[in-house]
């Protein structure tokens, strides 16, 4: 069953989708989705979507959001900050924990890119409400790129002083989103949860390099999975790197949700 929600945060609507597995009724193991950066709540080349069909037939519910700023949620981009989108996170959490559907002890996180590195902050703000961590292609690289190469993915951050806004694939990114990142401290975050974590990453990924995945191997105390995965793109945009991505995903998945290896 699909199932649209809206919530309001911080003044703005944001708009999801709740894939509910078939026939099951009462509170059900739940994935809350991050999606990247400039991206929507489908993911590229739908990948959440399938993500998502796949977890409903293994009996797990899933729920993905547009972030403010972005695809049907309210905001322009221009607007648009980490900050912000960090803000959201955890209140997406609390939302989806009142869903009737939703079990609230089985409850875990899977980003993409972008969506990636708020999730593993999102889970170390909130450690003892997720249950585990899923991490596509995370791009933590890209406070590194900004403050030290004042670019973001290969395209100068200066001209922002001279328009008022970075031209990033037609979206207009504005001043606030650089300004804001001096409060951002990612892996000193994310290494506050102590939960299961996977990392799932190309190797011929080069948007986010794979170095920034083995970075978080390292903060973890706990022992973290990484999956590198030969020819992946950081878009995952073939069929046999797409089919083990969701493989690996929806196996993890069922052993820290369903206790099924």
Known sequence: MIKQLSTEINGLTLRGTAHIPDGVTGQQPTVLMFHGFSSNRDEAFNSFVYMSRLLNKNGIAAIAFDYGYHGESDGDFIDFTFSQE?????????????????????????GMSLGSVAASMTAGQLPNEIKSLCMWSPAAVFVDEIANKHVLQGKSTDTVSQTGYLDFNSLKLGPAFFADLQNIQIYEEAAKFKGPVTIIHGDADNIAPLSYSKKYQSVYQQPTNLVVVPGASHAWNSVAVKETLLKETLGFFKETLLGQK
């Open 86 to 110: 960090l803000e959201e996170s955890r209140a997406l959490v609390a939302f989806v924990q009142t869903l009737d559907f939703v079990d609230t002890q089985r409850l875990s996180l899977l």
